[in-house]
């Protein structure tokens, strides 16, 4: 092995305590800041794009202006792509559209159930659901609706009609004549249910009885007599329906029929100058037919100027009529008459209910066996005693 010689120790010796003072001094120069020189600034902007950020990353940012807090927001986090790599698009998903607000669909109103009774809802303000209300004038309760007026009447000569002031007509201003004077009584009736509308016959004549005795044995509210139905089975001639039932259709068939339907119409049939078909109303299944008249009005509701029977029943007399407005709409009319009340003609009772505004009328049995009785009182004649009646009664 090469020995070292003391001068090459000596100068490796020297050479280390060199380099370590120039270290010293380096070190001590770096933390007590003695360098006789100045630091050089660096220009950032001399940086590429791939250093900028780490450069940014080592400066400390000021302590003047706190740094702003970042606002949490409901970004979703970037995903990476499939393939490993740093994908723009995938670290953002697009927006998706927002879907346009649909308008909640109003709800299907229910139907209005249809309006029972055979008015269909029309005149509901004339019956008195809660509380039967009856006197001398009026009954009303869930399903009948009666309005009695008393009219004192005149007949004009001159132009035929039944006027309701004196002194003069309400239709010509002839001055009217005491002598015609025409009282007569008005039951306006308003029934929701077909079988309020009755009829009772006697079963013979020696069992005929006033209208106002039969209205109260049957328990009516209003009562008027109809067609003295025993005095045409008698004689075998007629058609006779009461409540339903048929009692019996004759082959001869001479005077007026008048028919109530279940449906609440009520028709008239002049058998003189009308065809019809018995076949057909039958297979309607009529609900009442009466046998007398004649019909006092044409398919119009005018006045009529010739009649069945006309010869029989013509002249003037008290009358018994029942009327017809609409379906559930009908009514009675008692005229007096005999002694100094002259009553009325056909033709006159024929303008008197066109007068009234009825669609049908139909004259029943008059004369002395024409009667109206409404609350136990009698109005109209009330004379002999009749074979039949038709009447109004609450429904069973």
């Given at each position: 092995?090469?020995?070292?010689?003391?001068?090459?120790?000596?100068?490796?010796?020297?050479?280390?305590?060199?380099?370590?003072?120039?270290?010293?001094?380096?070190?001590?120069?770096?933390?007590?800041?003695?360098?006789?020189?100045?630091?050089?600034?660096?220009?950032?902007?001399?940086?590429?794009?791939?250093?900028?950020?780490?450069?940014?990353?080592?400066?400390?940012?000021?302590?003047?202006?706190?740094?702003?807090t970042p606002?949490?927001?409901?970004?979703?986090?970037?995903?990476?792509?499939?393939?490993?790599?740093?994908?723009?698009?995938?670290?953002?998903?697009?927006?998706?559209d927002?879907?346009e607000?649909?308008?909640?669909?109003?709800?299907?109103?229910?139907?209005?159930?249809?309006?029972?009774?055979?008015?269909?809802?029309?005149?509901?303000?004339?019956?008195?659901?809660?509380?039967?209300?009856?006197?001398?004038?009026?009954?009303?309760?869930?399903?009948i609706?009666?309005?009695?007026?008393?009219?004192?009447?005149?007949?004009?000569?001159?132009?035929?009609?039944?006027?309701?002031?004196?002194?003069?007509?309400?239709?010509?201003?002839?001055?009217?004549?005491?002598?015609?004077?025409?009282?007569?009584?008005?039951?306006?009736?308003?029934?929701?249910?077909?079988?309020?509308?009755?009829?009772?016959?006697?079963?013979?004549?020696?069992?005929?009885?006033?209208?106002?005795?039969?209205?109260?044995?049957?328990?009516?509210?209003?009562?008027?007599?109809?067609?003295?139905?025993?005095?045409?089975?008698?004689?075998?001639?007629?058609?006779?329906?009461?409540?339903?039932?048929?009692?019996?259709?004759?082959?001869?068939?001479?005077?007026?029929?008048?028919?109530?339907?279940?449906?609440?119409?009520?028709?008239?049939?002049?058998?003189?100058?009308?065809?019809?078909?018995?076949?057909?109303?039958?297979?309607?299944?009529?609900?009442?037919?009466?046998?007398?008249?004649?019909?006092?009005?044409?398919?119009?509701?005018?006045?009529?100027?010739?009649?069945?029977?006309?010869?029989?029943?013509?002249?003037?007399?008290?009358?018994?009529?029942?009327?017809?407005?609409?379906?559930?709409?009908?009514?009675?009319?008692?005229?007096?008459?005999?002694?100094?009340?002259?009553?009325?003609?056909?033709?006159?009772?024929?303008?008197?209910?066109?007068d009234?505004?009825?669609?049908a009328?139909?004259?029943?049995?008059?004369?002395?066996?024409?009667?109206?009785?409404?609350n136990?009182?009698?109005?109209?004649?009330?004379?002999?005693?009749?074979?039949?009646?038709?009447?109004?009664?609450?429904?069973?």
């Open positions: 092995m090469r020995k070292t010689s003391k001068k090459r120790i000596l100068r490796m010796v020297i050479l280390d305590l060199l380099g370590f003072c120039v270290l010293a001094y380096l070190v001590c120069a770096q933390v007590f800041h003695f360098f006789p020189w100045k630091p050089v600034e660096i220009d950032l902007t001399d940086f590429n794009s791939a250093n900028a950020s780490v450069v940014a990353a080592s400066t400390p940012a000021p302590t003047d202006t706190p740094a702003p606002v949490l927001t409901d970004t979703p986090a970037p995903t990476d792509a499939p393939d490993g790599t740093d994908d723009p698009s995938a670290e953002t998903p697009a927006p998706t927002t879907p607000p649909t308008e909640t669909p109003e709800p299907t109103p229910e139907p209005t159930p249809e309006p029972k009774g055979l008015l269909k809802g029309k005149y509901a303000e004339k019956f008195s659901p809660d509380q039967v209300i009856s006197n001398d004038n009026e009954y009303r309760s869930e399903n609706a009666i309005e009695l007026t008393q009219v004192e009447g005149y007949y004009c000569r001159s132009c035929t009609h039944v006027s309701k002031t004196w002194p003069n007509c309400e239709y010509c201003g002839t001055e009217l004549r005491k002598g015609d004077y025409v009282p007569y009584t008005v039951a306006d009736i308003y029934l929701q249910d077909i079988n309020c509308f009755r009829t009772s016959i006697a079963p013979s004549f020696e069992k005929n009885l006033p209208v106002w005795a039969m209205c109260k044995e049957q328990k009516g509210i209003l009562a008027i007599n109809t067609d003295f139905y025993l005095n045409a089975y008698g004689n075998q001639h007629g058609w006779f329906v009461r409540n339903g039932v048929t009692i019996k259709r004759f082959k001869k068939i001479d005077f007026d029929l008048a028919i109530l339907y279940p449906d609440g119409v009520f028709d008239t049939i002049d058998v003189s100058t009308e065809t019809y078909s018995p076949e057909e109303i039958e297979a309607a299944n009529p609900y009442q037919i009466w046998f007398f008249g004649p019909a006092l009005l044409t398919r119009d509701g005018q006045p009529k100027t010739k009649f069945t029977m006309e010869k029989i029943v013509g002249d003037p007399n008290p009358r018994s009529i029942i009327g017809y407005y609409e379906p559930g709409h009908y009514c009675f009319i008692a005229v007096n008459g005999r002694g100094k009340l002259r009553g009325l003609s056909l033709s006159e009772a024929s303008q008197l209910c066109a009234m505004g009825l669609t009328a139909y004259n029943m049995d008059g004369g002395a066996s024409s009667g109206m009785c409404f136990g009182k009698n109005y109209g004649n009330n004379g002999r005693a009749t074979s039949d009646i038709a009447y109004i009664i609450e429904p069973s």
